[in-house]
């Protein structure tokens, strides 16, 4: 037993745990907010559920465009300054939304946080990888979801403890608080290189050009909006589904974004030992039946039960699907990372997370219309989602670059044939 917790070690450089330690106390921040935002838009601003989610995808959509231009920018000077630039940028929007009083002031501060939001992902990214080796990428890929999600659970905890929409004053705690985690970070990121030169460094930046003519990169993306488009009902409209239809208290709603995120603190890191060596596309394949699966629990648990035994279904439910994040998190990064070339690394990330920002447009847009319309058709609408994506990731392996397709570590990677995913 002690030698398997010691090999649990992602044995990651010092400067790596700096990054994790900022990243820590901004996904606190995340965690106070994000659970509550629409809430807090619906419950306390009056905002229309369906105009909530457009107000939700408002953030993604401006983060398209930033997300793009930061990937460029951390290529030509460095992830660490355009990292930077991002925290405040986000710090400045989320601190001025307790004068939310209208639809369009939502719209607007959304859409500068969005574009904070944009600019984070792939400089944060891009660093990570500059800062880790290439065998322990994931590792620290790994980590990186054990440490926002720790932040994030304990965040939404705190905020459930905190909010209520009996006393709208409540929620401007929780744009305080994150706004103050963005500082901090921004902070840390002081006491952190901009990361190694790898060979490439001395190279052409290249373009974006050069990376669309990557398919299988193109393909594993489009493949990677799918999959958090099914994320984003889970994420962003649970809480609301389970507040509105089910009657689950912000404690309740508090409780399963903690127990979530809790449980994937507790097994993100084995799960990621268990996928090492083993080929990375069934994992994913996996991971999409286990979330088809937690969303069908969460349309019995808001169907047939309320209050306080619906907040324990989704509970439940919530800790599946946390199954899932943990495979997606020990395979998605570090399949990007291994497919970008060194001079090309931001590009790559901006693009991943350019299907994150894509999803999570199409799922609060599209989802909080039908939340507001037909909200018990949503969660086989995305488990069907999630099916179809898994069939789709096992079809791609094959497009993928050998060397990609199992992860470093494990039996495999000493010569005998991969098995599945766990």
């Known amino acids: 037993m002690k030698n398997y917790l010691r090999s649990l070690n992602p044995r990651l450089p010092r400067d790596v745990w700096t990054l994790q330690a900022g990243g820590l106390a901004n996904s606190f921040g995340n965690g106070v907010v994000i659970p509550f935002l629409i809430i807090y838009l619906h419950n306390v601003r ?33 992830p660490r300054r355009t990292l930077t630039v991002a ?82 004053w409540t929620f401007d705690v929780l744009f305080f608080i994150d706004t103050a985690t ?12 901009d990361g190694r030169r790898v060979p490439g460094d001395q190279e052409s930046p290249g373009r974006y050009a050069d990376l669309v003519r990557d398919s299988a990169f193109m393909r594993f993306a489009a493949l990677n909006v799918l999959f958090i488009v099914a994320a984003t009902f889970m994420f962003e409209l649970l809480p609301p589904f389970a507040k509105n239809q089910a009657g689950v208290s912000e404690q309740g709603v508090g409780a399963i974004w903690f127990v979530n995120a809790f449980l994937i603190v507790l097994i993100q890191l084995p799960i990621a030992k268990l ?3 083993r080929r990375r596309m069934r994992a994913l394949a996996l991971m999409a039946l286990v979330w088809a699966v937690s969303l069908l629990i969460v349309l019995a648990g808001g169907a047939w ?34 497919l970008a070339p060194p001079q090309l690394v931001g590009r790559y990330m901006a693009v991943s997370s350019l299907t994150w920002q894509v999803a999570f447009i199409i799922g609060p847009a599209g989802g909080g219309f039908l939340l507001q319309h037909a909200p018990f058709a949503l969660w086989p609408l995305g488990s069907g989602v999630c099916l179809v994506a898994g069939v789709w990731a096992l079809a791609l ?26």
Do not use: K
């Open 397 to 422: 392996e094959r497009a993928l670059p050998e060397a990609t397709r199992v992860g470093p570590g494990g039996v495999a990677a000493e010569g005998v044939p991969a098995g599945g995913a766990g």
């Open 182 to 193: 963005f500082v901090v970070f921004a902070a840390v990121l002081t006491r952190v290189p």
């Open 305 to 338: 039960l309320e209050d306080g035994a619906a907040a324990l279904v989704f509970i439940g439910a919530a800790a599946l699907f946390a199954v899932g994040e943990c495979l997606h998190g020990a395979t998605q990064g570090p399949i990007v990372a291994d």
């Open 46 to 78: 009056g905002v229309s559920l369906g105009v909530a989610g457009l107000v939700a995808a408002s953030n993604s959509v401006c983060a398209l465009a930033s997300g793009l231009g930061a990937g460029a920018l951390a290529d030509r000077l460095g």
């Open 275 to 277: 996928v090492e060596g």
């Open 87 to 168: 925290l405040l940028v986000m710090a400045v929007a989320y601190g001025l939304f307790p004068l939310i009083h209208e639809a369009w002031h939502a719209v607007l501060l959304n859409s500068l946080a969005g574009i904070g939001s944009g600019a984070f992902w792939p400089s944060q990214s891009s660093l990570l990888t500059r800062l880790t080796p290439t065998d322990r990428r994931h590792a620290a890929f790994a980590q990186q979801r054990v440490t926002m999600n720790l932040g994030a659970g304990l965040g939404g905890l705190v905020a459930g403890a905190i909010a209520t929409t009996a006393h709208p």
